[in-house]
């Protein structure tokens, strides 16, 4: 029910916009309707610009990310390992964290040049610090029981960490993952958008150059239909099974 | 070699003295003091005692989770450092890792001493002796309270351990599963003859399983009674026996939940 509630509503939508252009008369250069749009997309997708942004936007996407990622939860480990470390590093990451990732272009920019190295930096910030928080919290919200059960199993050390610490944690990683690519997609967007192409950033900023508005309101769309299709199906699907199956549901 | 050296006791696990305190902000709370009491090899023993008695606390000071402020823990004359193998615990909630099926649980203490088809093995004759042969795969979460309390004793059966510790086990389960699962222990006791510490605080239920049970009595904690229950297995709920027992510690227990009302209550008033 609820997909046939979302299919009228986003039909409606797109009715409303088509007539409400048509009626208006408003130029194609300044708010195009759907049919405009739709067309440009089509274009885009036939002479191949629009496939070439997707793969080099998910390229340095994924190689950000999983930098990212891996970093932030090895920082994560260690913040909740070590107090000291956590009452210093620990501050500094949260004052990091709140800095949007895109700030970091002008420095990225001139450390790197205006090319790959800088996008992907910035999203590497973006996925870093909030893994580095979920993976700190996971760790730190083991259950006690869990760690005692296994210590009366001759657990310690090394091993305890490996097969119960870190597994025990999952369901915070997970959380922190799916942040970690709604902050990698932001700020792959404002990355490409400022610096360099091919991408779909990119080609947004270039169709606004040439007055382009329905290819600027189609890579918008793509944008928004990527964004929520991977958080919807991949991040939240892995999220519900994780939490199902650690026991954590509340019902 | 489980030879005996001559000279040796016959004590098993061995209480001398042992004292638990607790200091917070300079106030020293004392939540056991001078236990001393004896386990023999293979026996069935009960720690009964009302909440806050101190029974879970000397329980896992045999598991080695715990230090004693004072005293010592011996088995079969070592005193307990730290936690080991050769003492399985079961505690309240069951404590299997979500992360792992059912078999991969009860080969967990297993990795270290022997290989992965052995471990499988001796898992699954464990999954048996609790009769979830047809769980294996499953994943915790699948079973219910009381399949996945017998998930844990296998785990904690698995390591063969030679003192099984049980910390309120079957306290968070209804009624029928719990006397379905004192059936089986009892069982799994009679067929292993390991030997067994039970924490509870239902008297019911040491008084059905147990050889002995220590009566415990609290703030602070000390053995009360240490009775010995002579009465042949199974144990039926109404014979006279049972009864008169049951009555008798209710009695002990009663005295010992009014100072603790009493104190509460002076407590809140204050």
Same mark, same amino acid.
């Given at each position: 029910m609820p997909t046939v509630k979302r299919i009228i509503f986003f039909a409606s939508l797109l009715i409303i916009w088509e007539v409400a252009v048509k009626l208006s008369g408003v130029s194609v250069a300044v708010m195009p309707a759907p049919t405009d749009? $739709?067309?440009?997309?089509?274009?885009?997708?036939?002479?191949?610009?629009?496939? $070439?942004?997707?793969?080099?936007?998910?390229?340095?996407? $994924?190689?950000?990310?999983?930098l990212g990622v891996i970093i932030g939860a090895a920082l994560g480990v260690v913040l909740a390992k070590y107090k000291t470390a956590d009452e210093t590093l620990g501050t500094l990451v949260l004052a990091l964290q709140s800095v949007p990732s895109i700030v970091w272009l002008p420095i990225a920019i001139m450390w790197f040049g205006l090319n790959e190295t800088s996008v992907i930096f910035i999203?590497?910030?973006?996925?870093?610090?909030?893994?580095?928080?979920?993976?700190?919290?996971?760790?730190?919200?083991?259950s006690p029981l869990y760690i005692r059960a296994a210590q009366t199993m001759g657990s310690k050390?090394?091993?305890? $960490?490996?097969?119960?610490?870190?597994?025990?944690?999952?369901?915070?990683?997970?959380?922190?993952?799916?942040?970690?690519?709604?902050?990698?997609?932001?700020?792959?967007?404002?990355?490409?958008?400022?610096?360099?192409?091919?991408?779909?950033g990119y080609t947004l900023r270039f169709a606004s150059d040439f007055g382009d508005m329905a290819l600027v309101i189609g890579v918008m769309i793509i944008i928004g239909t990527v964004g929520s299709v991977m958080d919807l199906f991949v991040f939240q699907r892995i999220e519900k099974n994780v939490i199902r199956r650690w026991g954590l549901e509340t019902e | 070699m489980n030879y005996k050296k001559r000279g040796e006791s016959d004590m098993f696990l061995e209480f001398k003295n042992v004292t638990k305190e607790y200091t917070n902000q300079n106030i020293v709370n004392t939540v056991l003091t001078d236990i001393n009491v004896t386990v023999n090899e293979g026996e069935f023993v009960s720690i009964l005692g009302p909440s806050g008695c101190g029974k879970s606390t000397l329980l896992s #000071?045999?598991? &080695?989770?715990?230090?004693?402020?004072? &005293?010592? /823990?011996?088995?079969? &004359?070592?005193?307990?450092t730290k936690p080991g193998k050769e003492r399985g615990m079961? %505690?309240?909630?069951?404590?299997? %890792?979500?992360?792992?099926?059912?078999?991969?649980?009860?080969? %967990?203490?297993?990795?270290?001493? #022997?290989?992965?088809?052995?471990?499988k093995e001796r898992a699954q004759y464990y999954l048996k002796m609790v009769q979830l042969s047809n769980y294996l795969r499953h994943s915790p979460h699948e079973l219910s309270g009381g399949m996945q309390q017998r998930v844990a004793i296998a785990r904690a059966l698995a390591m063969d351990p030679t003192v099984l510790l049980m910390d309120e086990p079957f306290g968070a389960l209804d009624e029928q599963t719990r006397s379905r699962l004192h059936g089986e222990l009892e069982k799994i006791w009679l067929d292993t003859k390991k030997t067994i510490l %039970?924490?509870?605080?239902?008297?019911?239920?040491? /008084?059905?399983?147990?050889?002995? /049970?220590?009566?415990? &009595?609290?703030r602070p904690g000390i053995i009360l009674e240490d009775i010995k229950v002579? /009465?042949?297995?199974?144990?039926?709920?109404?014979?006279?026996?049972?009864?008169?027992?049951?009555?008798?510690?209710?009695?002990?227990?009663e005295k010992e939940i009014d100072k603790v009302v009493k104190e509460e209550l002076a407590y809140a008033h204050s």
């Open positions: 749009v $739709f067309g440009a997309l089509f274009r885009g997708f036939a002479d191949l610009t629009l496939v $070439f942004d997707l793969i080099a936007s998910f390229r340095r996407l $994924f190689i950000g990310m999983i999203i590497i910030l973006g996925a870093t610090f909030v893994m580095t928080i979920n993976m700190r919290m996971g760790i730190k919200n083991v050390g090394m091993d305890l $960490f490996r097969r119960v610490i870190f597994p025990a944690s999952i369901p915070y990683a997970v959380t922190g993952l799916k942040l970690a690519w709604a902050f990698s997609w932001r700020a792959l967007m404002a990355g490409e958008l400022l610096s360099t192409g091919p991408g779909l | #000071m045999v598991a &080695g989770l715990n230090k004693a402020t004072n &005293g010592e /823990i011996l088995l079969q &004359g070592k005193p307990i079961v %505690f309240q909630q069951a404590a299997l %890792f979500p992360w792992l099926t059912v078999e991969e649980n009860v080969m %967990f203490p297993l990795h270290e001493e #022997m290989s992965k088809k052995e471990a %039970f924490v509870t605080h239902s008297i019911q239920e040491s /008084i059905k399983l147990s050889d002995r /049970i220590l009566v415990m &009595g609290t002579d /009465i042949p297995r199974p144990r039926k709920q109404s014979r006279d026996e049972i009864v008169e027992l049951e009555s008798r510690i209710s009695n002990l227990l």
